[in-house]
């Protein structure tokens, strides 16, 4: 693939979808060298500071393009299944494979040891978690952590890349400095730092490599050089060589705000489609039929680790954006809308026993980071509701660590409500006649607007409502 400074080969609408074209290998076999320059054709020595959902797939991307791999990571655990070629991410389709087979012909292995780790590398990519604190402010514990521990192997010609979601400014601002007051190196000059987003969906990671394009931007040029270089030497996609750090940083930001906001907004037009009664689902295809509009889908709330945490690295440094402010309130408030809609159906909600289905933040990732089952459990029990809870991806333990009682599917209950926070398409197959006392069923992803339900089971989704949810099939006059 070329490196280009835009992207050149999606098709975008202003507001619209793109679609990515696939793009199919052209690598040949590199040329092992040492050091590495970023001479194009050749490979080096890498390491991956952070081998979890995301760290561990990218360690063997780079593997299978001809580079040594070291992966990273606090937890021995980690380390010691990477060094058996056992991948400990168990959901992302095609990485256990891929972990068995770098591993076997020893591309990849796993070390807790840091330093001795960058002593050896060409490349060092960071991506360790950096989440909120209790202000919303960035909690950098686990990054500054990993900057320090591989300061005492950076050397000179290495480049240091962060793949972990920043606020503008930090990969500059914040981590070339402690590198360089560590190491009494100069970065551009003696070492190399630039940012790349993460920007891979779960569940879908070796796809969106081969699709999505890689933005890259350094601190100096010769750091954006080297990292686009690399990113070129590893991945299928195009490579867009930005002009600083900071227009990467932002770009991920503004990505995933923009899509916060936009969820936003849907949530507000579902408050209005109930209002006048219609269905919003039909709304939001009838206008995203016209190509300016991409307006996203409703829902109980927005969770992951990643879109509700973002908009606050935004607002750490600019408070005054407002509408990024209102749009993450309303997404919260989501659990709260649906609790109190649920109160009016049930009469009040002390002592009634309520089903919650699917706790991760999303259906088929096991991550409860952020999601918002855990307000949803904790308000519906501060009203007095007894929560049970189920999850395909969570153990009873798990389940009870949520502070809900374990639901065991298929198991008869006196039920009378259910709330679904994913959606999982097992909750297609509910069998009602195990629930004789349900009464209403909220569906938090509008996910089951076309299921069969009891006479006496109302329905209300997220802008859906029972008398909305099935459209009529209108045929074509004489037909
Ligand atoms: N998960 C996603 O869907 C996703 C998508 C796009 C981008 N991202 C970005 O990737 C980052 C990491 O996400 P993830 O899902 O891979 O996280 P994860 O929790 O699955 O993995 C993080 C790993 O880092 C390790 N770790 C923590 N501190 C460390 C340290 N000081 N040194 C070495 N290892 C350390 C942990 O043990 C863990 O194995 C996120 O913060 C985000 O910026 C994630």
Redesign the pocket.
């Given at each position: 693939m070329t490196i280009v400074t835009r992207p050149s080969r999606v098709v975008s609408l202003l507001g619209g979808s793109i679609t990515p074209p696939v793009n199919p290998c052209t690598h040949g076999t590199p040329r092992m060298v040492n050091p590495w320059t970023g001479e194009p054709g050749t490979a080096g020595r890498a390491v991956v500071?952070?081998?979890?959902?995301?760290?561990?797939p990218l360690a063997v991307q780079f593997a299978r393009h001809g580079w040594t791999v070291t992966a990273?990571?606090?937890?021995p655990n980690?380390v010691a299944s990477i060094n058996e070629g056992r991948s400990h991410?168990a959901e992302e389709p095609g990485l256990a494979e891929a972990v068995a087979e770098v591993h076997a012909v020893g591309r990849l292995s796993a070390t807790t040891d840091?330093a001795a780790a960058t002593r050896e590398a060409d490349v060092v990519v960071l991506?360790?978690?950096?989440?909120l604190d209790d202000a919303q402010q960035p909690d950098y514990r686990?990054?500054d952590?990993?900057v320090d521990?591989i300061s005492g192997g950076v050397h000179s010609g290495v480049t240091i890349i962060f793949?972990?979601?920043l606020p503008v400014g930090d990969t500059r601002g914040r981590f070339a400095p402690r590198l360089e007051a560590a190491t009494g190196l100069q970065a551009e000059t003696d070492f190399f730092v630039a940012f790349s987003?993460?920007?891979?969906?779960?569940g879908a990671v070796f796809a969106n490599l081969a699709t999505y394009p890689k933005l890259v931007g350094g601190i100096g040029p010769e750091s954006g050089r080297r990292a686009a270089n690399f990113y070129d030497s590893v991945l299928d996609a195009e490579i867009v060589a930005m002009s600083c750090s900071e227009a990467a940083e932002f770009s991920k930001i503004a990505d995933t705000t923009y899509r916060d906001v936009n969820i936003a907004l849907a949530n507000d037009f579902a408050r209005y489609a109930d209002r006048v009664g219609v269905d919003i689902q039909e709304v939001i295809e009838g206008a995203n039929s016209q190509p300016y509009s991409h307006i996203h889908q409703p829902g109980i709330g927005v969770g992951?680790?990643?879109i509700p945490v973002y908009p606050h690295l935004l607002l750490s440094r600019a408070p005054d954006l407002e509408v990024v402010a209102v749009a993450r309130r309303t997404n919260d408030a989501q659990v709260g809308v649906a609790i109190k809609a649920l109160e009016g159906l049930l009469g009040g909600l002390d002592d009634v026993p309520i089903l919650v289905l699917g706790l991760t933040y999303r259906e088929t990732?096991k991550?409860l980071a952020y999601s918002r089952a855990l307000p949803l459990i904790e308000r519906l029990s501060f009203h007095g509701a007894e929560v049970a809870a189920y999850d395909p991806l969570l153990s009873i333990a798990e389940i009870e660590r949520c502070c809900a009682g374990p639901y065991q599917w298929g198991q008869p209950a006196r039920f009378r409500a259910i709330v679904t926070q994913t959606a999982d398409n097992l909750w297609e197959s509910i069998d009602f006649s195990l629930f004789p006392e349900l009464e209403v069923i909220l569906d938090g992803r509008n996910s089951l607007r076309e299921i069969d339900l009891p006479p006496n089971v109302r329905y209300m989704g997220i802008g859906v409502q029972a008398a909305t949810r099935r459209r009529p099939d209108y045929a074509p006059a004489g037909k």
């Open positions: 500071v952070g081998a979890g959902k995301m760290g561990l990273v990571d606090v937890n980690v991410v840091a991506i360790v978690p950096v989440m686990y990054m952590s990993a521990s793949e972990t979601t987003p993460e920007r891979l969906f779960s992951g680790h990643c990732v991550e």
